[in-house]
């Protein structure tokens, strides 16, 4: 396609359930990233990939949040036993560069998945 | 700890009026200063992008400048439109790691 698409857009979920957002980045997009924002603040960097590879989660708050890419295209961000905290947009990026360090190529973002958890 | 700040939180300016928006950081050593637009419901876009010998770039209507000894930016808007309305966010890379400041909220009032 022709921007990153994420789906669902909307989650709503009851706490202590789990949930699995996706990511279908820009064909061709070797890194994709993951960013939770919550209201009225900037993203925070979750996790990210370049082509099946999970380089850097090191900011996944816990052990309930678990992301994937298997075949270097298409991700996933699972999140067990969902609580109240977890409500955020979670945002999707995809950039054509192959490494992060000093790109100057600018990520592409989704509209991002608004989770609610009630 | 590596921190973006951006000032004001929040601007309601008149369409056809310029506006500047300040992004201030302690990101060291840094790689590279992006700022986004990012509307309501919306991913954010990007709309300029400036590496450490850069101090001035221009996007249209939108010019970024950039110190990079006082470690400040600015986002400059001239005749805005009701379609600027949203939130601008500044980033600042380090390494591989991005840090967004919180954005700054601006309404373009008709």
């Known amino acids: 396609g022709a921007g990153v698409s994420q789906s669902p857009r909307y989650k709503v979920a009851k706490r202590g359930q789990d949930v699995a957002l996706r990511c279908d980045p820009i064909s061709g997009h070797v890194s994709l990233f993951w960013y939770q924002q919550a209201l009225g603040q900037g993203p925070e960097f979750l996790t990210y990939?370049?082509?099946?590879?999970?380089?850097?989660k090191s900011g996944l708050p816990s052990d309930r949040f678990f992301a994937e890419r298997p075949e270097g295209s298409v991700s996933t961000l699972k999140i067990q036993r969902t609580q109240q905290e977890d409500s955020a947009v979670y945002l999707c990026?995809?950039?054509?560069?192959?490494?992060?360090?000093?790109?100057?190529?600018?990520?592409?973002f989704g509209d991002g998945t608004r989770l609610s958890i009630l | 700890k590596n921190q973006v700040e951006q000032s004001p939180q929040s601007l309601i300016i008149l369409e056809g009026k310029n506006c500047t928006l300040q992004?201030?950081?302690?990101?060291?050593?840094?790689?590279?200063l992006r700022w986004y637009k990012q509307d309501t419901g919306r991913g954010p876009v990007s709309l300029t992008i400036m590496t450490f010998s850069e101090n001035t770039k221009s996007n249209g209507r939108y010019t970024a400048t950039l110190d990079a000894d006082t470690k400040q930016s600015s986002l400059h808007i001239t005749a805005s439109q009701l379609s600027d309305s949203a939130s601008y966010i500044c980033v600042v890379r380090r390494y591989s790691t991005l840090t967004f400041g919180k954005g700054t909220m601006l309404l373009v009032s008709p």
């Open positions: 992004c201030n950081y302690t990101v060291s050593p840094f790689s590279n």
């Open positions: 990939f370049q082509n099946e590879a999970q380089l850097d």
């Open positions: 990026a995809s950039s054509q560069a192959k490494g992060t360090i000093n790109s100057n190529q600018p990520q592409h």
